[in-house]
């Protein structure tokens, strides 16, 4: 039942109420009474009045069949309540409560502003659908003519969007906190149904798994040409525009990279790298895809709760060892269905077997979006826990977005997918007061300049710590940062 629904009634000539409703049927109800009313069995309600905010929907007659402190039941005279007419009422009542304080804490000028995104949205699908109705089945020539099509669209319709949603993003800046929550109601409910086109978003926002970036999104992120229809197929065009999307595969080159100079060190024994939520595991296929005869055996831990993950990535990561390299590669994939909960604070021995055993001595530790999501104390925390899992030279490399006017807005108005946006200065700090006193600590970057990584090495040596050497976007070739 909704939060706010309610009775009154007229008892001995009396208004009673509003009461809070505890429970209602087809045949009665119960509600919450007041100590000073006493309602004994057998008393009529005359009037009586099912409410939502204040607003009457329902109206019959009933009478009291129990009563007990702080509560009463009735059963309904007049006739039987409809629960599925009632449901619609309710439905219809709360969705035009919401419109009429969407009207009144929203400022006009950014409802239009969404509206004047809808219509932009509008205007292009019904061109792209006329032009849908006289396309020529030939798969080749209708790939090329949409390539050439979208990239014309993009550069002027496109941009017009852009600008909008970047208009967006400022002036939600300024909303109150309630305001703010009216808000993805109404940009979710006016832009979706045009935006559902796209797999990206329609995915984003429906959070099959119960969450937006779950392994099959991120899998989305590296497809190419797919959406219902024309339509969808343009708009997937324009979110692979989106800078946050361009810095999320941007990222994987800088991660694919990392994992090779981890893997072409010089040293002794298997080269151990973990993943945290390892996802679909992307930059670990584009290495095996292109990786020669390695030096060392590599051993490649996916570290994720999500056992659909791992079965895509085990799957994907299995193929091409066996078909690209004929099984004879010395790398081993283990998936560790493990929680960060459960990394940070083990709660079983099974547990604390495998942070103290199965991940120590690693030469990468890496994440990718993992930070995006964690508060500052639980990312310091991780950050603390995975470098002391390195062994002495080992690298540490945690990633997080920086806010994108174009791409920001959307998630979080549209598509219900906040995000935690950190800056040089506080990836930095989380990295503070790490013991041993790391070799080096930094920032490197994609090449978009939107993903940020915490770049730490651990000192070979322990004993006689120099100071960490700081490094940015000027690190040396040869210290294993290929893309900025």
Known sequence: MPADLACRFVCDGTFVGPLVLLDLSAAGFAAAVPPAIVLPEGTVLDSFELLVADRPIWTGEAVVVHGSAGRIGGRFTSDVLDLEHLRLGVTLEGRLAIRREQALELPPEWRAAVGDLRQLLEDVRFELEEIERAEIHDPLRRSEEEASLFEGLRANWGAVFIRGVEQLHAMSKGLDPRAAVLGHGYASSMLMPL??????????????????????MMELYFAHGIGDGLFGRFLYSVTKQYTLVRAVIAREVLLRNAVRAA?????????????L???????LRRFLEETGPLKRPLELILLDQDRGAHESAHR???????????GMLPVSVRCLHFSVRQLLKPQTPEDERVVQETLAGLDLVYSGGLYDYLPEPVAARLTQVTYSRLRPGGRLLHGNLIEAPDTTWVMEYVLGWPLIYRTDETMLRLGAGLEPVPASVGISRDDTGHSIFLDVTKPVLTAQPEPPRLHGQDRAPEDGLLAR
């Open 195 to 216: 935006l559902a086109a796209c797999p990206m978003h329609r995915r984003a926002y429906e959070k099959p798994l119960g969450y937006a970036g779950d392994y099959r």
């Open 263 to 275: 893997a072409e060190a010089e040293g002794e024994g298997p080269v151990r790298v973990l993943v």
């Open 277 to 283: 939520a390892a996802g679909p595991a992307m930059e």
């Open 316 to 326: 994907h990561l299995t193929r091409i060892l066996l078909e690209r390299h004929d």
